[in-house]
């Protein structure tokens, strides 16, 4: 079982508070003072009489750990045999290779550039494109026109201008939905044909003048 950090933060506080071990006012006077060190001169210590300082452990980790013990019982008894500033060591080491929180998405890569309409869009919140007829009606009998761009057939057999708006009026787009960051292809064919003209339609990123991503605050219109 690995050890958690909580588990160590528990028992660095039960390290932190020692038992009552304090003489009182019925114990035995206290020892004498420990000798002083050697000095070759008054406040300096003579070195060549003072132990060597001890190299300092490495830090267990938490994997090195669950591989030495098997249950938790042995485990907490390591742990209570360690010091305050050894467990403090595991713990920081262990929080370092936590996860942060995730960077939000880079500006470029949340918003993209409609090759259709030229709007800027959201990515996360796709809708909103709307591309209007670029061909010309075309005469097809006594009371139906037809759009050379997308094949949208118009009925004027009831149309009264006096009384309602002109068919293609009514209908203005050859497509509605979501936006396209790329031209569509034959392997979108469910988008229907109203695209398959579009590179003569003179309202290409070329036509336009597009140079990539702009200001998504500063739409622009056609």
């Not at 004498?32 to 070759?40: E, G």
């Not at 300082?53 to 249950?71: D, H, K, Y």
């Not at 007829?133 to 004027?156: A, K, R, W």
Request: aromatic share 8%; net charge negative.
């Amino acid at each position: 079982m690995y050890p958690t950090l909580n588990t160590m933060a528990e028992t660095i506080e039960r390290l932190s508070t020692p038992p009552d071990t304090g003489p009182t006012s019925d114990s035995a006077p206290a020892s004498a003072a420990p000798p002083s060190l050697d000095t070759t001169q008054r406040g300096r210590v003579d070195i060549a009489s003072s132990p060597p300082p001890r190299a300092a452990s490495p830090i267990v980790t938490i994997a090195s750990l669950a591989q030495r013990f098997q249950n938790e019982t042995q485990l907490n008894h390591y742990l209570l045999s360690l010091s305050k500033a050894e467990l403090a060591a595991i713990i920081v080491s262990e929080a370092g290779k936590s996860p942060t929180t995730i960077p939000p998405a880079h500006e470029s890569n949340k918003y993209a550039h409609c090759v259709y309409c030229h709007e800027i869009f959201d990515k996360e919140y796709n809708v909103g494109c709307q591309v209007k007829h670029y061909g010309h009606l075309e005469h097809i009998d006594y009371d139906t026109n037809e759009f050379t761009c997308c094949g949208l057939s118009l009925d004027y057999t009831d149309y009264d201008s006096q009384c309602h708006a002109a068919p293609e009026d009514e209908e203005p787009y050859c497509y509605e939905g979501g936006h396209w960051d790329r031209l569509i292809n034959q392997d979108d064919h469910q988008e229907g044909t109203w695209w398959q003209g579009w590179e003569g339609s003179r309202r290409t990123c070329g036509d336009m003048g597009c140079r990539g991503m702009v200001n998504p605050k500063k739409r622009r219109h056609y």
